[in-house]
């Protein structure tokens, strides 16, 4: 890093007066200690290695920099260190809340269908296990048929919520 200066100290013009720190901070104190024993800061420049920056004369008052640029390097370092304890959480529309309830409704009336249709079919089994048991076993045909109208109606409307959920 480079830092050009040129001042007036003691009637004396200091023109480009050369100084090599390694760092802004160290730049900015550099010049802040120049201007705090007397030197009248006419301009200054510095660069990185890139393009030359020409420094705002009237910022540099003979006080440190280096001070205030820590505690503001202490204060994004705290944010940054607790920005995981604010765990920003995704904002839920009603719709998408209207949606979950679907789903959940949903998946408990296909369970109870399951349900339904595996002690149905238990039952036509033993149905049809008896003699003259036809219109028992009659019964028990259509109720699973119903049962498994019902938990197709069920499945294709979870999944349509399901769907409508994703596109969000």
Request: charged share 20%; net charge negative; proline share 3%.
């Amino acid at each position: 890093m480079v830092l050009i200066i040129h001042g007036i100290r003691a009637e004396i013009e200091w023109r480009n007066l050369i100084c090599f720190p390694n760092d802004y901070e160290t730049a900015f104190d550099l010049l802040s200690n120049f201007v705090a024993s007397g030197l009248t800061l006419l301009e200054a420049s510095v660069s990185d290695g890139a393009t030359l920056l020409k420094l705002p004369v009237d910022g540099f008052d003979g006080q440190l920099f280096s001070p205030h640029l820590q505690n503001l390097q202490m204060e994004w370092e705290e944010i940054l260190a607790n920005r995981g304890n604010y765990s920003k959480k995704p904002v839920i529309t009603p719709l998408q809340e209207w949606d979950r309830q679907l789903i959940q409704y949903y998946e408990k009336q296909i369970e109870r269908v399951c349900r339904n249709l595996i002690g149905n079919q238990k039952a036509l089994i033993k149905a049809a296990q008896r003699k003259g048991a036809g219109a028992g076993l009659r019964h028990y045909e259509l109720m699973q048929e119903k049962y498994l109208l019902l938990l197709t109606g069920f499945e294709a409307s979870h999944q349509r919520a399901v769907s409508h959920l994703a596109a969000f």
